[in-house]
């Protein structure tokens, strides 16, 4: 019997969320890192969205709440993933795809498929786009590319489940 990965990755806005304190990321996780026992990883691709907002943010709240978020990563726990060569050029092909098939941007689709190569179980994101997009046809097109399809966490949903399911 196979083992699903135990990595959950997560995007910008999630950082940038649980930076400022949002409850329902913080909940999301010691839900995730806890009870679930994952490891939290940060794909490339956030690392450049946090940045992008360091560089060329114009709101200065905005921008400080990135460089929090970028300095927390280790006190966090979370682990910054990269992508090998040959991880690449799959990310690279399925980028392609997703953005020939999808109205999704850029970076998202930079962040699904690195997601996806890296063998994630999740990606932590409120990201609405990812949630209108029916599931089944980003799983095809992941399984196209020859590569892993991952659940899609909302972290207040993710805690209203784990209520239901667990308690407090």
Same mark, same amino acid.
């Not at 994101?125 to 659940?151: C, V």
């Given at each position: 019997? %196979? $083992?699903?990965?135990?990595?959950?990755?997560? /995007?910008?806005?999630?950082?940038?969320? !649980?930076?400022?304190?949002?409850? %329902?990321? *913080?909940?999301?996780?010691?839900?995730?890192?806890?009870? !679930?026992? +994952? =490891?939290?990883? =940060?794909?490339?691709?956030?690392?450049?969205?946090?940045?992008?907002?360091?560089?060329?943010?114009? $709101?200065?709240? &905005?921008? *400080?709440?990135?460089?929090?978020?970028?300095?927390?990563?280790?006190?966090?726990?979370?682990? +910054?993933?990269?992508?090998? /060569?040959?991880?690449?050029? &799959?990310?690279?092909?399925?980028?392609?795809?997703?953005?020939?098939? $999808?109205? @999704?941007? /850029?970076?998202?689709?930079?962040? =699904? #498929?690195? #997601?996806?190569? @890296?063998?994630?179980?999740?990606?932590? $994101?409120?990201?609405?786009? !990812? &949630?209108?997009?029916?599931?089944?046809?980003?799983?095809?097109?992941?399984? *196209?590319?020859? @590569? /892993? %399809?991952?659940?899609?966490?909302?972290?207040?949903?993710?805690?209203?489940?784990? *209520?239901?399911?667990?308690?407090?």
């Amino acid at each position: 019997m %196979s $083992t699903r990965s135990r990595f959950v990755a997560v /995007d910008a806005p999630f950082l940038l969320a !649980l930076s400022k304190g949002d409850p %329902s990321c *913080e909940a999301a996780v010691d839900f995730v890192t806890g009870r !679930l026992r +994952c =490891v939290i990883t =940060v794909p490339p691709a956030t690392l450049v969205a946090l940045f992008d907002i360091i560089d060329k943010e114009t $709101t200065q709240e &905005y921008r *400080e709440a990135a460089q929090n978020a970028e300095r927390s990563i280790s006190q966090w726990g979370f682990f +910054c993933d990269e992508l090998d /060569d040959l991880q690449d050029v &799959y990310a690279k092909a399925a980028v392609k795809l997703l953005g020939e098939k $999808t109205d @999704l941007p /850029d970076a998202l689709c930079q962040l =699904v #498929a690195e #997601a996806s190569v @890296l063998k994630c179980a999740a990606l932590l $994101t409120d990201h609405s786009k !990812l &949630y209108k997009m029916r599931r089944e046809n980003l799983e095809i097109l992941l399984m *196209e590319r020859g @590569l /892993d %399809s991952f659940a899609l966490l909302q972290p207040a949903i993710l805690m209203e489940a784990a *209520e239901r399911m667990f308690g407090s």
